[in-house]
């Protein structure tokens, strides 16, 4: 079983940046293929960003591309989600989750959710 927890979320003007991370225990994440999604009240869970086992590859949703960046730190056990330029349409909470091996787009495929953290911009 993997734990994780994510933090960093909280309020911000619009234009301005956060960095949420998602710390995990139980085992240790290079073993798993991490991600990023998030769900506005009333909506579904969206994916946001993925990174693979390695960190050699990553994907983004086109709504945060060039604007987000995902990483990891396997030795701190932690995956990271920097967010710039953020806008009103990003306010949600925002999960990590991690699945084995191969990375996924799809909320469906991880095994793994934390409780998620909330992000909240302001127009």
């Known amino acids: 079983q993997v734990q994780l927890v994510e933090s960093g979320g909280g309020l911000v003007q619009a234009g301005g940046s956060l960095r949420l991370s998602c710390a995990a225990s139980?085992?240790?994440?290079?073993?798993?293929?991490m991600g990023w999604f998030r769900q506005a009240p009333g909506k579904e869970r969206d994916f946001v960003a993925a990174?693979?086992?390695?960190?050699?590859?990553?994907y983004y949703a086109d709504s945060v591309k060039g604007r987000f960046t995902i990483s990891r730190d396997d030795a701190k056990n932690t995956v990271f989600l920097q967010m710039n330029s953020l806008k009103p349409e990003d306010t949600a909470v925002y999960y990590c989750a991690a699945r084995p091996v191969r990375s996924a787009q799809t909320a469906g495929d991880y095994n793994y959710w934390g409780q998620g953290t909330q992000v909240t911009v302001s127009s």
């Open positions: 139980g085992r240790t994440l290079s073993n798993y293929a």
């Open positions: 990174i693979s086992l390695s960190g050699s590859r990553t």
